[in-house]
């Protein structure tokens, strides 16, 4: 009787009960079948590639086209097999009686089925090797990521902070000595000790003396005029439009200026 064996290389052989087990070469006997493509030595050096540096989006493509091509291989010999009356990968190659099938090609039914094993293992290699190049290639892009929202927002903090030690704190020119309940400069909400660093067209830079107040006040009658004010240490800023009212003047306050 004969019986299927599978020798160390993979390629099936039937042999005789209680016999030796025939060479390949012998009649009847395939040669050991051909692996894929990518040899061992290939797939050795193509497990280490990606570890070896920094994995790029070229090596992933590497990677992809390499499991394509052993997915159509392994398409290829499974079509082989459907060629011959469809035996598969564990249908028996011998009769009912224990002798070797005559309707199928042995040689190439045992050459595919080897081939489909060492393909698929090459298959399951590169998927290992795509996906831990995949997890790397978002490590890394995650950590650069991070790295440039570092760099950037110091880079944001040392401009602040040299603008804000380039430019001195504003100078005040004048302060408020009084204000009149219900007057417009109560109603802009200006309160007694602001210190004016800011008066309509009039600044630290061009005043001169309260004349330059009074001038822009009687030419902006009924007009809103920006007044930036420190308060306590912080800045203010107010609209006082100078206006007629039951008291005294267009503002109803009292400003002085400050010795500088």
């Known amino acids: 009787m004969l019986e299927e064996v599978w020798p160390a290389g ?4 039937a042999v005789s009960s209680g016999g ?9 006997v395939p040669h050991p079948a051909p692996r894929s493509r990518m040899s061992e030595g290939e797939a050795r050096q ?18 992809i086209r390499r499991k394509e091509e052993i997915e159509a291989q392994i398409k290829a010999n499974y079509d082989v097999l459907e060629s011959q009356k469809g035996v598969g990968m564990n249908e028996p190659l011998v009769d009912c009686e224990g002798y070797p099938r005559s309707d199928v090609d042995l040689y190439q039914v045992r050459t595919a089925r080897h081939n489909i094993v060492c393909l698929q ?7 290992k090797q795509v996906e831990e190049a995949l997890h790397q290639l ?12 570092a760099e950037a927002h110091e880079e944001a903090m040392g401009r602040n902070l040299g603008q804000s030690e380039g430019r001195s704190p504003p100078q005040a020119f004048a302060k408020v000595n009084s204000i009149s309940p219900g007057s417009p400069a109560s109603i802009a909400g200006l309160q007694v000790d602001d210190e004016i660093v800011e008066f309509g067209s009039v600044n ?24 930036t004010v420190i308060r306590r240490g912080e800045k203010h800023q107010l609209r006082l439009v100078p206006t ?6 267009l503002l109803g306050c009292n400003i002085i200026p400050l010795q500088r």
Do not use: Y
Request: overall charge negative.
């Open 10 to 13: 993979g390629a099936v052989a």
């Open 121 to 127: 293992n090459d298959h399951k290699a590169v998927m």
């Open 244 to 249: 007629r009212w039951a008291g005294k003047g």
């Open 138 to 149: 978002h490590a890394r892009d995650k950590e650069k990521q991070a790295r440039d929202m």
């Open 46 to 63: 193509g497990e280490g590639s990606p570890q070896a540096g920094a994995v790029t989006v070229s090596d992933i493509q590497e990677l």
């Open 204 to 227: 630290t830079q061009n005043f001169q003396s309260l004349h330059n107040i009074s001038s822009v006040v009687q030419h902006s009658e009924g007009k809103p005029l920006n007044v």
């Open 20 to 28: 030796r087990i025939p060479e390949a070469g012998e009649p009847g």
